[in-house]
């Protein structure tokens, strides 16, 4: 492949990424890395890492992009701080503790994971299944080890988490847009220290392609954060037109795809 052929799949990447997570109303992780682990595929990209450079490069973006998404929900002031700093310590931890797990792990093992997971989502889509909303909120200790299994999770497979944060502050009592807001917040530690973990666990690594440090592929970043925010508001236009239903089945539809994809692969 030429290096235009490339940077154009990285834009065209970034532009469906983005466009998904308005319309679905999901981070573009579960977009962004499988599309990630095609495109390196095409290019040559070593088997061994492939799914480890998605991931790591995939939380890089998160970085960028859910800047974003947490700036409009802290002016609106939909960010519960006190939640978000009992389960800071636990996000980051987790973070980390992702990382490390994902750089022992096989690229086949962490990809049959990740198929895995996105099955698991999918079912939840289709099934309608979701935590009854609670009234009482659990103490520090309890939202750090929320924290610590999030933040592990989303390290692991390079998402913002969530899908696994808003559910659970719902069920702490949170109105859905704190739950939202907040979660948007969640993401930026987690996608920061998850980014910093995998360029740290893949320093040196003999397989890692030109203009990679550790496992975030620069090339990659940069085109996927020009287009994907962009073309996130295109993604929420979509979203208010098309009927929920159809959203939801059509999402169900792709994560399941996918998720096969990865576990017969």
């Known amino acids: ?7 154009a799949g990285y834009l065209l990447l970034g532009s469906a990424a983005g466009t998904m997570a308005g319309l679905f109303g ?10 990630l682990v095609f ?7 070593a088997p061994e890492i492939t799914m480890h450079l998605a991931v790591g490069t995939s939380l890089a973006t998160i970085v960028i992009t859910g800047a974003s998404s947490a700036l409009g929900h802290y002016r609106k002031g939909s960010i519960h701080k006190p939640w978000f700093m009992a389960l800071l310590p636990g996000l980051m931890l987790g973070a980390i503790g992702g990382g490390f797990i994902a750089d022992n792990l096989s690229g086949t093992v962490l990809g049959t994971l990740f ?3 996105v099955l698991l989502l999918a079912t939840k889509m289709v099934l ?3 935590p009854k909303p609670g009234s009482v ?5 309890p939202m750090a080890i929320a924290g610590g299994v999030v933040g592990t999770i989303s390290a692991l497979f390079g998402i913002g988490g969530g899908a696994m944060t808003v559910p659970w502050l719902s069920r702490c009592g949170a109105s859905m847009t704190q739950a939202v807001g907040t979660s948007a917040a969640c993401g930026l530690p987690i996608a920061a220290v998850g980014a910093i973990t995998f360029i740290v666990v893949g320093w040196g690594n003999p397989l890692l392609p030109p203009w990679a440090t550790g496992f975030v592929m620069w090339p990659a970043f940069i085109g996927i954060v020009l287009t994907s ?3 996130a508001r295109i993604g929420v236009r979509l979203a208010h037109v098309l009927p929920a239903n159809v959203l939801r089945f059509s999402f169900a539809a792709l994560l399941a795809a996918v998720g096969i994809r990865f576990i017969l692969a």
Do not use: E, K
């Open 1 to 7: 492949m030429t290096a235009l052929s490339i940077w």
């Open 26 to 35: 999901v981070g573009g992780g579960l977009i962004i890395v499988p599309a």
């Open 39 to 45: 495109a390196f595929g095409l290019q040559g990209v």
């Open 115 to 117: 198929g895995v997971f």
């Open 128 to 130: 309608g299944l979701s």
């Open 137 to 141: 909120p659990p103490g520090n200790a």
């Open 229 to 231: 925010v962009p073309f």
